[in-house]
């Protein structure tokens, strides 16, 4: 599992949570159930049947893979429409490409992550590369969908291509524990990602029999998703695995520790972490538009088929027009 790493941890600067921070208990904890996503990559619904109050202001999380493609297996997902959200593919092995019909895009590998605001609208495309479909090989991922307010439901689409080498790396207290910070803050040390809607997102590697107490804004929701390994979560030590989502109640501090020994297939827990300022506003949800209401979902749908989001380029960022020699 590659993303980011390094060779001397104890170089990094330390999270330290203070005693005096009150550590949240655990809510719930769910087992993702795996499907099948655009033209056919297995992914595990992180989310799947979770009240979506509890999840507010995040929408959507799949698991991509893991999963180690033969030659002519890589898929990805055709041309779709996107509103009122935004989308943030995050890769830790592997190889993907994005389109849009804005001119945002590029290719993203270990660690790095593309952050498409879809706004009023947007077509996108998501797909391996051509020579990664002749070859094959490993790819793991998530992709999570992010809530905009009412207020910036109609905003401009855009585009943000954060690299590996911009994710702020910390380490825990006891240097047992690679914290790479995407989006967000955590201890004062930012990640690259500027949000919309306040959030924090974390890729957690924790070693066998290590403990993680992440300080965590009072004023966020908690979700850790276990994505290998196994270990505890809260004070209360409750179990969790592979595919598990936990919720967490109130309070300033994560806790999670690693069990003592660990699968070959996954010597260490990996945890994707996140949270943020709850919107507390009506969801209404069909397919790939998020808004308020079911009429601007039904508005969404009659926009896109009438081409109001725009259309799909028939080379990407081709121009527009004449050039003259």
């Not at 959200?85 to 001119?103: K, M």
């Amino acid at each position: 599992m590659p993303a980011v790493t390094v060779s001397d941890i104890t170089v990094l600067p330390r999270v330290i949570a203070s005693s005096t921070l009150r550590a949240r208990t655990v809510r719930t904890i769910t087992t993702a159930p795996q499907g099948f996503e655009g033209e056919g990559f297995p992914v595990r619904r992180a989310f799947a049947g979770i009240d979506i109050a509890q999840l507010d202001p995040f929408i959507h999380l799949d698991q991509m893979g893991e999963v180690e493609y033969a030659p002519g297996e890589p898929k990805g997902t055709p041309w779709h429409p996107h509103r009122g959200f935004e989308t943030v593919t995050y890769i830790i092995d592997g190889i993907f490409d994005h389109r849009d019909n804005n001119g945002g895009g590029g290719t993203i590998s270990n660690g790095d992550t593309q952050w498409m605001t879809a706004g009023a609208g947007i077509l996108h495309i998501e797909t391996p590369p051509e020579h990664l479909v002749m070859s094959g090989g490993l790819f793991h991922g998530f992709q999570l969908w992010v809530n905009l307010p009412a207020s910036k439901k109609w905003s401009p689409p855009a585009y943000q291509d954060l690299r590996a080498k911009d994710v702020a790396l910390l380490s825990s207290h006891d240097g047992g524990a690679l914290i790479r910070v995407i989006a967000g803050d955590v201890d004062g040390h930012k990640g690259p990602g500027s949000t919309q809607t306040p959030i924090t997102l974390v890729h957690a590697t924790v070693q066998p029999g290590a403990e993680l107490r992440l300080p965590w804004r009072a004023d966020y929701n908690a979700l850790v998703y276990t994505l290998a390994g196994h270990g505890f979560v809260g004070e209360e030590r409750r179990p969790v695995q592979m595919g598990q989502l936990t919720i967490f109640n109130e309070g300033e501090m994560i806790v999670v520790r690693a069990g003592d020994v660990q699968e070959s297939r996954s010597p260490e827990m990996e945890l994707f972490i996140l949270g943020g300022l709850p919107i507390k506003e009506p969801v209404a949800w069909m397919g790939p538009f998020v808004m308020n209401t079911k009429s601007e979902v039904l508005q969404a749908f009659e926009d896109f088929q009438k081409g109001l989001m725009g259309t799909v380029p028939a080379v990407h960022n081709a121009p527009t027009h004449l050039i003259e020699s």
